[in-house]
């Protein structure tokens, strides 16, 4: 089991940045009829998202945020020794868009810099690799930056996945703290079901040719190329419904905890449908499950933190106890155990 413990190492800051464009569910009538924009907000659970425009990655969304926070924290660049981005929407095939982000944000040449390629599961799967740095002596801060412009490698004439996709960046701050409590993690894999979520062109397996750019018509109607995305929505709720639940149970018997012991479950914002089952199975109460995808989607790995800045940060000024998980693309899934405290939170910024 790759489980992982912590001492001394909290999240000191979370902030996020969202474009202005809204895209209001009820207005997508070139695909749909009026009832099954209604029918897919009341299962989905989403009204409205945010797209980012043609000129804008998620390392621009993911920068902003960055530097308000080192604003309202009044962080000394100098200080901050990691910067790691996880994105599934980089720049560039290469170089590595948290160098670049790093020359952006003038923060130091000794930072360390580097991409990790992960979606739904990533915001965890970051943290732990954060907390693993932070754990050396010399550390000081870190700097994680999440998020995805999915709305980019979605066809908008792909009816199964055209309504599900936002955009948005985040940035976490991450340092020492002597007095906070054990943190714990879990990580998971299973690339048997790979093909579940997928873009098949475009990189080294299926370089970008004609034939890769090539709209195809399916059976259920959809109509996208190789290099937009593809998923099986049947096999993603099977999976979720049959690992997750599980794996945070035996995270919790791990860190010797139960779910009456933490104050919040803060899901990957999947679908209403998909988080509400996995709430019911736990057993967990609903009111301790925030959503922010009402508002925003589903914002790939960005949807943790993003849910945090919007739904929880007014409760976020004395200590609580939060289950983070996250699922999904891979196929992969991650959780954690964590207290937070005394945590700033700017207002969600809007370009």
């Known amino acids: 089991m790759a489980y992982l413990t912590f001492d001394n190492i909290k999240i000191t800051g979370i902030s996020a940045c969202v474009p202005k464009n809204i895209d209001k569910i009820a207005d997508n009538k070139f695909l749909f009829t009026e009832d099954e924009l209604t029918q897919f907000t009341k299962q989905v659970g989403i009204a409205e998202r945010r797209i980012a425009d043609a000129n804008t990655c998620a390392s621009d969304l993911c ?52 991409d990790v ?17 932070m ?27 055209c ?36 873009i098949h062109g475009g990189a080294c397996r299926h370089k970008c040719s004609e034939e890769t750019l090539k709209e195809v018509k399916y059976e259920d109607g959809c109509i996208r190329s190789a290099i937009e995305l593809s998923m099986n929505g049947p096999a993603v709720f099977n999976f979720t419904i049959r690992e ?23 899901y990957h914002q999947a679908n209403k449908f998909i988080n509400d089952f996995l709430t019911k199975k736990l057993k967990y109460p609903k009111d301790k499950v925030p959503y922010s995808l009402p508002k ?42 964590l207290d937070i405290e005394n945590c700033q939170i700017p207002d969600l910024t809007e370009i």
């Open 117 to 133: 390629n992960l979606g739904c599961s990533g915001y965890v799967y970051g943290l732990s690799i954060v907390y693993s740095f």
């Open 244 to 266: 997750v639940p599980k794996s945070i149970m035996e995270l919790l018997s791990f860190a010797n905890l139960t779910l009456d012991d933490t104050d919040y479950l803060v």
């Open 63 to 114: 920068t902003i945020a960055a530097e308000k926070l080192i604003e309202a924290m009044s962080i000394d660049k100098q200080t901050i020794d990691l910067i790691l981005f996880v994105t599934q929407s980089g720049d560039y095939i290469l170089p590595a868009s948290s160098i670049l982000i790093q020359d952006r944000l003038k923060l130091p040449k000794t930072s360390a810099a580097f």
């Open 135 to 161: 754990q050396q002596h010399n550390f000081r801060k870190s700097l994680l930056l999440v998020g995805d412009t999915s709305s980019k490698a979605i066809n908008p004439k792909d009816k199964i996945n």
């Open 296 to 337: 925003f989607g589903n914002t790939s790995c960005a949807s943790i933190p993003i849910t945090i800045v919007t739904e929880l940060k007014r409760e976020l000024s004395t200590r609580k106890k939060l289950i983070l998980s996250g699922f999904g693309v891979g196929l992969s899934w991650a959780n954690a155990i």
């Open 163 to 198: 309504l599900l996709f936002g955009d948005s960046g985040t940035a976490t701050i991450i340092e020492k703290d002597k007095e906070l409590n054990k943190s714990y993690f879990s990580l998971n894999s299973d690339g048997s079901g790979y093909e579940a979520i997928i």
